[in-house]
């Protein structure tokens, strides 16, 4: 039987969505946590069928606060706020599915997973991270500049309209960290595919 369903949770101040999907019920667990706000993983479901993680997990792809279906919630970014949000979402993970979950993080959401699982071992099985991010903060510059580099070298109005007008960071509103990391996004695709 195949699982493949789309629902809200309530995290503390915030609405987030997930997708929960398997091949068969009663597979274990897996929560994917994404490189940051601002980037959709519910969008991200053809990518990671490719893995075939559904044969073996029940994968739920989170869009956290601050992008996809949950950046429609007000509530303010910080980490902080993402570490307790993944905490909240654990004990739902694992209540409703009867054991602690495997969590895979990546890029911003290896460095979120880890500090979820130091605060509640007991609410992950194992922890798997991927170019986990130490320097906050030179993250974030660097991002920032690549993306208003690249569209200025590519001569992209609408990206460097709107990379100005946010300005350098820190990006604390989900709006303003959405906008640069679609551009990185985006621009990083112009730059590798020239």
């Not at 654990?90 to 911003?108: E, H, K, N």
């Amino acid at each position: 039987m195949e699982l493949d369903r789309r629902e809200s949770v309530d995290l503390g101040d915030s609405t987030q969505w997930i997708r929960i999907r398997a091949a068969r019920a009663g597979n274990p667990p897996l929560l994917l946590v994404q490189m940051g706000p601002g980037l959709p993983m519910l969008n991200e479901v053809p990518a990671f069928r490719r893995l075939a993680l559904e044969d073996d997990f029940t994968v739920v792809y989170w869009d956290q606060r601050g992008c996809g279906r949950s950046l429609r919630s007000a509530a303010a970014l910080s980490i902080e706020a993402m570490v307790d949000d993944t905490v909240r979402l654990l004990t739902i993970l694992a209540d409703r599915f009867g054991r602690p979950p495997v969590v895979a993080g990546f890029s911003m959401g290896a460095t979120i997973s880890a500090y979820a699982a130091a605060r509640r071992p007991d609410l992950v099985s194992a922890l798997v991270t991927v170019g986990m991010d130490i320097d906050g903060p030179a993250i974030e510059e660097n991002a920032y500049r690549f993306a208003l580099t690249t569209a200025r070298a590519r001569r992209h109005r609408r990206a460097i309209r709107q990379l100005e007008a946010i300005g350098p960071p820190p990006h604390l509103r989900p709006e303003q960290f959405a906008t640069r990391a679609r551009w990185n996004m985006t621009l990083c695709w112009y730059w590798t595919s020239r």
